[in-house]
């Protein structure tokens, strides 16, 4: 069993930045990672996810040129780097780990671990 254990969120001010981090308890080396969020009375939605060796991060639209996901293999831990935070960026965020077998990224079906989430608020 994976457990994926996220830290970081707090309350920002509008501008302001933030790093989120997710260390797991198995070897992530094999896995795509990804972050999620949901907004209050949202669903989830897709932010962010990195392949299994680091490369080709792809982003949401709302999210491009602001954040950035990397990962660390030997630590185990995917980052989010937020900067230029909005309102809208309000949302508990959650780390994702991803199936094996080539995952669809922006699908919840393809994710097979969840962490338990992070809350980040962007004050005005």
């Known amino acids: 069993q994976v457990q994926l254990v996220e830290s970081g969120g707090e309350l920002v001010q509008v501008g302001g930045s933030l790093r989120l981090s997710c260390a797991a308890s198995?070897?992530?080396?094999?896995?795509?990672l990804g972050w999620w969020r949901r907004a209050a009375g949202k669903e989830r939605e897709f932010v962010a996810a990195?392949?299994?060796?680091?490369?080709?991060?792809y982003y949401t639209d709302s999210v491009k040129g602001r954040f950035t996901i990397s990962r660390d293999n030997r630590k185990n831990t995917v980052y989010l780097q937020m900067n230029n935070l909005k309102p809208e960026d309000t949302a508990v965020y959650y780390c994702?780990?991803?199936?094996?077998?080539?995952?669809?990224?922006?699908?919840?079906?393809?994710?097979?671990?969840w962490g338990q989430g992070t809350q980040v608020t962007v004050s005005s």
């Open positions: 198995g070897r992530i080396s094999e896995h795509a």
């Open positions: 994702a780990q991803y199936s094996a077998s080539g995952p669809i990224v922006q699908l919840t079906t393809s994710v097979d671990y």
């Open positions: 990195i392949n299994r060796s680091g490369g080709s991060p």
